[in-house]
């Protein structure tokens, strides 16, 4: 029986053909994909989603409001979505409290400066977007990402108001961000590779969803693609070809959509969809993107869908359809 003698140097060959200033970089470079705590400003709708979400894959997360009324609105908000989970067994008490404690409330930006990246998740008003990139600009430092939720803005034009435009990105997540697993994440002009890669590592890696890379284009893709299907669609309800109600079946059973385009347009925030079309319309300039008259009034008499309770359909204060 031959004995083999097996020296420690032969298996590490390969490893010591590395160079330590290689291995230096690498290691560098691995702890800046490191992305630990989280800052999500505004707790609306998609706030609210975002920050759940991120708690619930094991981050820190920081929420920003500009009240104390929105700030306990928003975290009673994802207590409730955390009940209903219970209440389908997806979930469990104590996994609930968990999430909720990693979860910080503040009314300033300053505790920012602990995190790695922040999320802006307010409503789609560019001069407001501007002012607060403006604000955590000078609070984070230069390594950590500014992102916004944004879904018809330029990265470009909010980037500008940065000291370091380089670390401004787009991660445009799609309700309700629990259960739907794309990003878009959106490279405004100057947008550095770096910000790239490590906001691709974060989307994939660490909260484990599908990153789209998308180049800055009023709408990016998914936004522009389903406003028009909504906007054809009240063209279509507008000229009495057939009921919201039948619309929404035709599509949802005849084509596997979850949601039928009313359904959708209710979720979304009827607002939210008129404001989406008239930054398309005014950019791109043309008559497909025009909001249909319908979706006007109805954002004009407050009918905003599940957020206000009625819309082209009515919901309960839990959002749930009646």
Known sequence: MKTVIIRMNDICRECFSISYKQHTRHIKGANTLHIKTVGVIGVGTMGQGIAEMLASKGLDVIIIERSDERLAYGIQMIELSLDKQIEKWALTKSEKKLIMNRIESSLGYDKLSDCELVIETITEDLELKKAIFEDIDRICGPEVILASNTSTLSLTELASVTKYPDRVIGTHFIYPV?????????????????????????????????????????????????????????????????????????????????????????????????????????????????????????????????????????????????
Request: aromatic residues 10%; neutral net charge; hydrophobic residues 40%.
């Open 178 to 322: 629990s259960k739907i697993d794309v990003v878009e994440i959106v490279r405004g002009l100057k947008t550095s590779e770096e910000t790239f890669v490590r906001t691709k590592h974060f989307v994939e890696e660490i909260i484990h969803k599908k990153g789209v890379m998308v180049f800055e284009s009023p709408g990016f893709v998914t936004t522009r693609l389903i406003c028009l299907f909504i906007n054809e669609a009240l063209h279509v309800l507008e000229e009495g070809v057939a009921s919201a109600e039948d619309i929404d079946k035709a599509m949802r059973i005849g084509y596997s959509f979850q949601h039928g385009p009313f359904e959708m347009c209710d979720r979304f925030g009827l607002d939210s969809v008129l404001a989406a079309l008239d930054r398309m319309f005014r950019e791109y300039g043309e008559l497909k993107y025009r909001p249909s008259i319908v979706l006007k009034k109805m954002v004009r008499a407050g009918h905003l869908g599940a957020k206000s309770g009625v819309g082209f359909f009515k919901y309960d204060k839990d959002g749930d359809r009646i």
